[in-house]
């Protein structure tokens, strides 16, 4: 009983000891699709700089557009060409959409079509039924994404995030890595 015990122990110690391993074999072999992805898709953005920011030199996104989309009524900013490849970018907590002030300009005047949605919670970002279970999970956040994605019926986009928006940006890629 005591070796069949000690056996079991064992075996239990070995698992635990693997499961850091199997993780990292996971993640690494995620990478590698990831990177083999974004080089794959390279050629289909455009290669050019925006050269230097002045910060501070913007203090509007001009007149705020409204798109009902999923659950939501999405507050955004759109600069640049009707018919530039889509840029959109999502901010953190606690900023709003003004965090682009600077970048969205400067993207605009390289004939980037910047989108910069207000999240759920912030700026005149509602949702559309006051019955709606309110929820802040990331998740949440990236099906917003897709809903206003597909409002404005974009196949696809290139992604710039920070904190909650660069979270929403990595669901999106992962679990719709054809939309971005």
């Known amino acids: 009983m005591e070796m069949t015990l000690l056996n079991n122990q064992n075996k239990s110690s070995r698992l635990r000891g693997l499961a850091p391993s199997l993780l990292a074999a996971a993640v690494l072999q995620f990478a590698a699709v990831a990177v083999g992805f974004s080089q794959a898709n390279a050629a ?7 050269g230097a920011i002045n910060p501070g030199a913007h203090t509007s996104l001009g007149a705020l557009k409204h798109v009902k989309a999923g659950l939501l009524n999405v507050s955004y ?5 009707a018919d530039g490849p889509v840029v959109i970018l999502l901010h953190g907590w606690p900023y709003d959409i ?5 970048v969205a300009p400067a993207l605009a005047d390289k004939g980037y079509r910047v989108l910069i949605p207000s999240a759920r ?9 006051a019955k709606t279970i309110r929820n ?7 099906t917003d994404l897709i809903d206003f994605m597909d409002a404005l019926k974009i196949k696809t986009a290139v992604l710039g995030g920070f904190d909650w ?6 669901i999106v890629a992962a679990l ?3 939309r971005v």
């Open 98 to 102: 003004n965090a682009y002030a600077d």
């Open 165 to 170: 928006g660069a979270r929403t940006a990595d």
């Open 176 to 178: 719709w890595p054809e």
């Open 136 to 142: 802040g999970q990331p998740a949440a956040l990236a």
């Open 77 to 81: 900013a759109e600069l640049g060409p």
């Open 121 to 129: 919670g912030y700026g005149d970002t509602h949702f559309l039924s």
């Open 44 to 50: 289909d953005v455009p290669a050019s700089t925006i």
